[in-house]
């Protein structure tokens, strides 16, 4: 019998509904099929949106196309972003409608910290090289045959980057499929708790398509064997032009959580299950996964910063309502509010299921500080603490010698430049 010791975590990454272009054309009033899909005419982006029970394009918006003086591979990631596969390696369209491998911009475009951090986990880009990490494939049929190259080489160099972290051998075993496979899965339950409400959302048409993801650290008792798991869906007829714009991200996000659990295990036995939270607190939890992966597994520099600013930027902005962010004051209290929000006796969120949301772009910010600021080394002191820490001010404690309110203090104000540069308010 086999029990899961370590936090799920089944990413549809927030699926926040942002426009995406199909390749449908469209005229303001006419009918069109999907709310929420999106189609480029005439330097115009349209919306299909309901009006009384009918679907219909909008008016449409103007895009923002290069200057002269820009360069033509250029984006702004508060319009459309669209990413596609070739030759196993992404690829991004422009403003300028072409799909490029390249992004124009210096590094003096940056802010140094995210510079550092970019060059910190991408230190070994290329390599595929991982011989304490054996990934044991489980690839139905169904999942996107043009992905299967692009998952296998972006496993492999996660897996090449944490290696060494790793003081034992392990398997980690994927699964890859899609809504075709309910029946499949049948087979095993941690699968079967996990995929099908992905693959319902799928069919309802009434969202954009989303990778759905997972991974956990097991102990067969029987064996005394641990493994990492994990599993990566997507629609089996996934339209690269309609989907989330994080999808990019998924194989590195989920490994990840895989490098967390074995620091939080790292003895290889079992720990009360109401430390996960102390310790790995949400922001740590899924912010420094999503800022591992979004500085390593989209390209390069530029597209990485876009990708984190979009997503801090849009979900800042969606969130104003419930909590503004204009001091350090108002920072470290949302870091705080970060910290537990459904195990804990007394949750630190007053509305929990914000806290979480934000958890993604804010903790993002946080830990990609971290690396710019302490290198990777940072945050493998962060690990490096889970395995005997009973809450998170043990592991700033332990790896920086910060008390936990010392760590958010320092980490305010580049929270507050990134609220500056980004305007999410206005």
């Known amino acids: 019998m086999k029990k899961v010791l370590a936090s799920l975590s089944i990413c549809s990454f927030l699926v926040v509904a942002l426009a995406t272009p199909v390749n449908a054309a469209a005229k303001a009033g006419s009918k069109c099929s999907k709310a929420g899909i999106t189609s480029v005419v005439s330097n115009k982006t349209f919306t299909c949106i309901k009006s009384g029970k009918k679907l219909v394009w909008n ?9 002269s003086s820009a360069a033509s591979d250029s984006l702004n990631y508060k319009g459309v972003m669209v990413y596609g596969v070739r030759d196993s390696k992404l690829i991004r369209r422009a403003d300028s409608g072409v799909f490029y491998e390249t992004d124009s911009r210096k590094e003096s475009d940056f802010s140094a910290i995210r510079v550092r951090a970019f060059n910190e986990v991408n230190k070994k880009l290329g390599s595929r090289n991982h011989p304490n990490i054996e990934f044991v494939y489980d690839i139905r049929p169904s999942y996107p045959p043009y992905l299967v190259e692009f998952t296998k080489r972006e496993l492999d160099e996660t897996a090449a980057l944490w290696n060494d972290f790793f003081k034992e051998k392990f398997t980690v075993n994927v699964f890859l499929g899609s809504e075709k496979d309910r029946e499949y899965i049948k087979k095993n339950n941690w699968l079967t708790r996990n995929m099908p409400s992905c693959f319902d959302r799928w069919e309802t048409g009434r969202e954009r398509d989303f990778i759905c993801a997972g991974a956990a650290f097991w102990s067969d008792y029987e064996t005394k064997k641990w493994t990492g ?24 996000h989920e490994f990840f959580h895989i490098v967390q659990d074995y620091a939080f295990y790292r003895n290889l036995t079992e ?8 310790v790995q607190p949400i922001h740590f939890r899924e912010g420094a996964a999503t800022a591992v992966a979004f500085l390593s597994g989209f390209r390069n520099l530029g597209w990485s910063s876009d990708v984190l600013d979009w997503w801090f930027w849009q ?9 503004t962010i204009k001091t350090e004051a ?20 007053d509305d929990p299921k914000r806290a979480f949301s934000l958890a993604y772009p804010f903790g993002a910010i946080m830990n990609e500080w971290v690396i710019g600021t302490y290198g990777l080394e940072g945050l493998t002191k962060m ?3 889970l395995v005997t820490a009973k809450d998170f001010n043990d592991v ?15 980490i305010a104000p580049y929270i507050l430049e990134q609220i500056v540069r980004t305007k999410p308010y206005g």
């Open 396 to 410: 700033t404690k332990g790896a920086f010698g910060l008390s936990k309110d010392e760590f958010y203090a320092k």
């Open 271 to 278: 720990r009360p299950r109401e430390l996960h939270e102390l």
């Open 315 to 323: 979900t800042t902005r969606d969130s104003q309502k419930w909590r």
């Open 330 to 349: 108002d920072a470290i209290s949302l870091m705080k509010a970060m910290e537990c929000l459904n195990t804990c006796a007394t949750p630190t969120a």
């Open 229 to 252: 798991n994990l599993y990566l869906g997507f629609p089996s007829k996934v339209d690269l032009n309609n989907i989330n714009y994080e999808w990019p991200m998924g194989p590195k």
């Open 59 to 67: 008016k449409g918006l103007a895009i923002n196309t290069p200057t």
């Open 383 to 385: 690990l490096d603490q």
